[in-house]
């Protein structure tokens, strides 16, 4: 199980993991559950280059189509292609194998997010 107190969140909803200077970025269970079942997943091509608070992708649901925005900048270095092919994975493990990308960043690209509570007061509000 994921440890979501070591983890960043922002606004739009995006966790995102730090690992030196790599970053996995997904959604929360809350905006999975919000969005209801998810049932498309699109996504940047490895090697994009990607602003932060830019749309970088679309999740597709049963309820609704949301925009994915990069809580970061950097380079994608890897796609979930599971969560592509089989999207249901964003909503049965959203902090596990529901990961959506990951980007290499600069030292201080963290600074500025959500830390848990903060992201869990925002929720509440």
């Known amino acids: 199980m994921t440890d979501l107190a070591a983890l960043h969140y922002t606004e739009e909803h995006e966790w995102i993991a730090a690992d030196g200077d790599t970053v996995t970025i997904g959604i929360t269970d809350y905006a999975a559950e919000k969005l209801g079942d998810v049932v498309f997943v699109e996504l940047p091509a490895v090697g994009t280059e990607v602003t932060a608070g830019a749309v ?64 869990v007061a925002l929720t509440e509000g």
């Open 56 to 119: 970088v992708g679309e999740i597709e649901s049963t309820k609704s189509v949301g925009e994915l925005y990069a809580p970061v900048s950097g380079t994608v270095v890897e796609i979930n292609d599971a969560a592509v092919d089989d999207p249901s994975l964003v909503n049965a493990a959203p902090f596990e194998g529901g990961w959506l990308l990951k980007v290499a960043v600069a030292a201080g690209a963290l600074d500025g997010l959500l830390d848990r509570d903060a992201y």
